[in-house]
């Protein structure tokens, strides 16, 4: 397969079966098929950078934020019309309302306005679930309709301010959603949203990101050059020192395989628990954005071989 080269820096990869969306650290957006071809240019929707975005059969939804500005919003763009550039961020800066009719990213079909800062967006079933800064858990649909809101969780325990402890993650796992804060707070909610378990979980740095599989148990990359390991939620975590910072996982026969800050990595794992049979790494000469079926997205905005 020949690798493709993006014309800007992607900042991560969304997908959903054989679609893919490419975000830019400038809040560039490409869709791309199975085969890693992009289906039409890359667009800028809206001027202000993305921090996060989720992928169904119909529409992408993504989160815009600008700092600067204090402008946050969620909106959905629909797959089968053709992206195209929105408005300058000049228009931005000197429009009197960020409620403006015209504010909103180009081909969107709904957007809301955030009035906190946004965090931890997700996917939960056919549903999308976000967390804002000390107002709460939400869950909307895929029309941007409210389903539930549930409370900011906090780990007061923990003792720093809710500020230095984001929400980092909402996953459904098999017995419910789980809620990850940045230093290692969790707690899980049944279907009904009961609290199930809450705890905090002793790291060697703060949490960056996530990844999930119901055989693999519980994939945690921090800040610095470790990773955690957990099968289950009330589990001590196995800790793995790494190459560099770890970026994207997936797991798939027995293997957690990475990659991240010019190395890729594997670890295989036994059924009885997180026991490391084997443990892999090779240098790579740039940073490993997204890894699928043995591709690695790279910085460079090109697709490669996993090298581990």
Known sequence: MDSIQLDFTPLMVNRNNGKFVVIGNSGELIKLNSEFKKIENA???????LISGVIFEDIWVGIWLDRDLGD???AALPLSVTWEDGIGRDVLR?????????IIPN???WQKILTSEPMALGK??????????????????QNGEEIWRE?????????????????????KCDSGIVIWSTAGGLI??????NVKERRVVKLKDKI??????????????LHGKYIALMQGLSDTPVIIKTPGPVIDAHFSEGEWKWTGWRHDGKIKISNDGIQIKDYKSKPRNNIGIHIFDDKIITNDGQWENYSS
């Open 72 to 74: 946050a919003r969620i």
């Open 188 to 193: 899980q909610l049944d279907s009904e949203r």
């Open 94 to 102: 000197t429009s009197p309302s960020f409620e403006d009719s015209e």
């Open 208 to 221: 960056t990101d996530i990844r999930y599989d119901i055989c693999g148990g519980w994939f945690i990359m």
């Open 107 to 109: 081909s969107a079909i």
């Open 124 to 141: 939960i079933d056919d549903n999308i679930v976000f967390a804002m800064m000390s107002k709460g858990i939400y869950m909307v649909d």
């Open 151 to 171: 409370h900011y969780p906090t780990w007061p325990e923990i003792g720093i301010p809710e500020g230095k402890n984001p929400i980092i993650k909402i996953i």
């Open 43 to 49: 667009s800028r929707p809206f001027p202000t950078p």
